[in-house]
């Protein structure tokens, strides 16, 4: 059974950064896309960026192009979210989930493992 753990999230000032982590066990990630997701309180869950299983291909939501980048590392098991610029309205909680092969533009109906997610608060 593929589990997912976050970890990597904590309280940052506008303009920091952090790096998310999404470690698997269980499973390889070989096959699978990976997502990042988030969901603020009171808003619907969104898709923040996500990587192919041959990391080939990434999608980002306009929201953080340019100031997040995907990336995975699958000789150990984890896909990273690396998070620059960042915005109060960036605040969230993260979660990372897999579907098998692409990102099926990040719709997360497609995503059948997830993780319980991290928080990110980012003060002004």
């Known amino acids: 059974q593929l589990q997912l753990v976050e970890s990597g999230g904590g309280l940052v000032q506008a303009g920091g950064s952090l790096r998310l982590s999404c470690a698997a066990s269980g499973s390889s990630l070989d096959e699978y896309a990976i997502a990042w997701f988030r969901q603020a309180p009171g808003k619907d869950r969104e898709g923040v960026s996500c990587?192919?299983?041959?990391?080939?291909?990434?999608q980002t939501a306009d929201s953080v192009k340019g100031r997040f980048t995907i990336s995975r590392d699958n000789a150990k098991n984890t896909v990273y979210l690396q998070m620059n610029s960042l915005k109060p309205e960036d605040t969230a909680v993260y979660f990372c989930?897999?579907?098998?092969?692409?990102?099926?533009?990040?719709?997360?109906?497609?995503?059948?493992?997830w993780g319980q997610g991290t928080q990110v608060t980012v003060s002004s």
């Open positions: 990587i192919s299983s041959k990391g080939g291909s990434t």
């Open positions: 989930a897999v579907t098998i092969a692409y990102c099926k533009g990040m719709n997360a109906g497609y995503f059948g493992y």
